[in-house]
């Protein structure tokens, strides 16, 4: 018996030093509280301040996320150096103009204004009217120069600085071969995006301003 437990002590004093404790597990678990500050399970007395406001700030993120803030599409920059007129309810047109107005938003260079509203003024766009503009894009620089087909995308893509898509259109051969293509798609656009011939959007145009005047409420 006695050689047995003599074997045995000898198998604990070789344990501590052939089989030693990890430091992470003898600072939890095995290190008395006068030598190391975080023994045992960690209380809510010895937890880090630090750590405690960073829970508190990620739970406050998820549960109470930031709003965004209010779209401003109906906002227009002061001193833009571009007018852009749109027709609003012509679905890819939008998409393109979706794309510049985001773009814009770090420029604030362009103007937009949607030719379908009820409150289009020609008066305010150098004298174009809803038929004019509606057969091709137009645009309308700072200074009242109106441009129109490639020209006018290019002088927008220049204002949020993206004019290198259409640079290659400076050169009087694309920019003529440009201004075609683009004026069989201009001709086309109402059809080809599921719409009335533009004599019916005309004539739709007229007789709701027609039953706006007689009415004094747009009844369309």
């Known amino acids: 018996m006695a050689a047995i437990r003599g074997a045995v002590s000898i198998g604990r004093k070789a344990n501590s030093s052939l089989f030693p404790v990890p430091r992470y597990l ?11 500050p975080f023994h045992g399970p960690i209380s809510h007395a010895h937890r880090p301040s ?15 996320p930031v709003a965004p803030s209010k779209d401003d599409v109906g906002k227009s920059p002061d001193n833009w150096k571009v007018k852009m007129l749109y027709d609003g309810e012509c679905p890819l047109c939008m998409r393109e103009v979706n794309m510049l107005r985001e773009r814009d938003k770090q420029f604030g260079a362009i103007k937009f204004v949607d030719i379908s509203s009820d409150e289009y003024s020609p008066k305010e766009n150098q004298g174009l009217d809803y038929e004019t503009v509606m057969g091709r894009i137009h645009a309308i620089l700072s200074d009242g120069t109106v441009v129109t087909d490639v020209e006018a995308f290019r002088k927008l893509y220049e204002a949020v600085d993206l004019g290198w898509v259409y640079a290659i259109t400076k050169y009087k051969p694309i920019a003529t071969i440009a201004d075609v293509v683009y004026g069989v798609w201009a001709k086309y656009r109402l059809q ?16 709701k301003g027609e039953a706006c005047n007689d009415s004094k409420v747009c009844k369309m």
């Open 26 to 36: 003898r600072t939890r678990f095995h290190v008395p509280a006068a030598s190391h």
């Open 50 to 64: 630090g750590l405690k406001y960073q829970i508190r700030a990620i739970h406050e993120a998820t549960v109470n």
């Open 192 to 207: 080809i995006t599921g719409r009335p011939s533009l004599e019916e959007v005309l004539e739709a145009r007229k007789n």
